[in-house]
């Protein structure tokens, strides 16, 4: 188990360093960045600290750069999400409240599609209200681009938790490097087909792996171009591993007693019991994953950390139970949730595939 290195060395410090790196006023440097002029944060959907050095061959360039240096934690769970708000508050899961792929709002709430019941619910569960808090572009006195896909423009995710930056849509690699390239302030700009990829087909595949070439080929443009005292850093929301083997909530009567509802994902579960239920809830996932997950109550999982500091107006969102999956299995629900169940690529737990990412910076000139 990897726990967050929440306070140190983990995704809520990297918006924060690069800021004041570029003596933006408010922030703290945390991850000792170099000073800079502007600064771009391209986010690698994906990319964990633990595939990109095993396989290094089909990324020579960002391998290389990652010798002797140390990766950064996502927060918990490992999952995109998440890792965005945090990204875009600076904050922990337990503090921004978008702790997993699905959660209670009290309905449950898939925070990417921003959905309840497989309906658009951004006037339901009005995204400035699930994330209230002030984000970094909206405290940051300087000019803030958000570079991503179309299709996150005005997104639930993007407005709870990337409000008051810019949107510039990306429509190709090519686009995303002019983008890079062109900022005078702060960006982020994110980049998603290697996780798709693992998802599909799963992290080492070949499509994989000439995806992480086509990523390590922009990379490496990119800086060859940054202007001087221009910064990029990459980094990424999560690792990945494969999913093997499967436990079927929807078909595991055990799993099902006394359960009111399910959220997350197959690598990290939030089950909310029903008044009352639990222990009994607790003990028996605990009976049938056994060593295939680690299996805790609520207070367990805050306590040890798993979600940093935790708010008041959070608390009810995490599970009563919380399921961190080991090895290669994954809970999944091939009723519920079918395309999900379908991945060959998972991430979301604590183990160090998923949890540790990279972080390298550039500076142009």
């Known amino acids: 188990m990897i726990l967050p290195r929440y306070g140190e060395r983990s995704l809520c410090e990297v918006t924060p360093s690069l800021l004041a790196a570029m003596g933006v006023p408010g922030f703290d440097n945390v991850l000792g960045v170099e000073r800079a002029v502007a600064a771009c944060l391209l986010v690698v959907d ?36 998440t890792s965005v708000a945090s990204f875009g508050t600076g904050m922990t899961s337990g503090q921004h409240g978008i ?12 925070a990417l599609p921003w959905r309840v019941d497989g309906v658009d619910a951004r006037e339901r569960l009005v995204p400035e209200e699930i ?22 423009r005005g997104s639930g995710l993007t407005r709870s938790a990337l409000r008051g930056g810019t949107f510039e849509p990306v429509f190709a690699l090519g686009d995303l490097t002019a983008k890079i390239l062109a900022n005078k302030g702060f960006c982020y700009a994110y980049h ?9 087909y799963g992290p080492g595949s070949k ?10 080929q ?13 910064l990029l850093a990459v980094t990424a929301d999560h690792g990945m591993v494969l999913m093997t083997s499967t436990v079927d909530f929807d078909t595991e009567s055990a799993l099902q007693q006394g359960v009111r509802l399910i959220g997350g994902e197959p690598r990290a579960r939030h089950v909310y019991t029903e008044p009352g239920a639990a222990e009994d809830v607790l003990k028996a996932w605990q009976g049938v994953l056994r060593d295939k997950a680690w299996v805790v109550g609520k207070e367990q999982a805050i306590d040890e950390g ?14 009563d139970v919380i399921a961190a999956a080991q090895g290669e299995i994954g809970v999944v629900r091939t009723s519920k949730e079918k395309f999900e169940s379908g991945f060959t690529g998972v991430h979301g737990s ?13 500076v142009g000139g």
């Not at 960002?62 to 996502?74: F, I, R």
């Not at 499509?207 to 390590?216: F, P, S, T």
């Open 306 to 319: 798993w979600f940093g500091p935790v708010s008041d107006h959070v608390r009810p969102r995490i599970g």
């Open 207 to 216: 499509a994989w792996r000439w995806q992480l070439n086509h990523v390590d």
């Open 99 to 110: 702790v997993g792929y699905s959660f209670a709002a009290p309905d449950l709430l898939y």
């Open 218 to 230: 922009l990379v490496e443009a990119v800086v060859a171009a940054l202007p001087k005292g221009a």
């Open 131 to 152: 994330q209230p808090l002030p984000t970094l572009f909206e405290r940051a006195e300087t000019e803030t681009t958000i570079a991503a896909p179309m299709l996150q």
């Open 46 to 81: 994906g990319l964990g600290w633990e595939l990109l050095n095993a396989h290094a061959q089909d990324a020579p360039f960002l391998s290389g750069q990652a010798v002797g240096k140390e990766p950064v934690t996502a927060g918990f769970p490992s999952t995109t999400a």
């Open 350 to 362: 604590l183990t160090p595939a998923e949890m540790r990412v990279p972080f390298l910076t550039f």
């Open 192 to 200: 998603g087909d290697l996780d798709t990829v693992g998802h599909v």
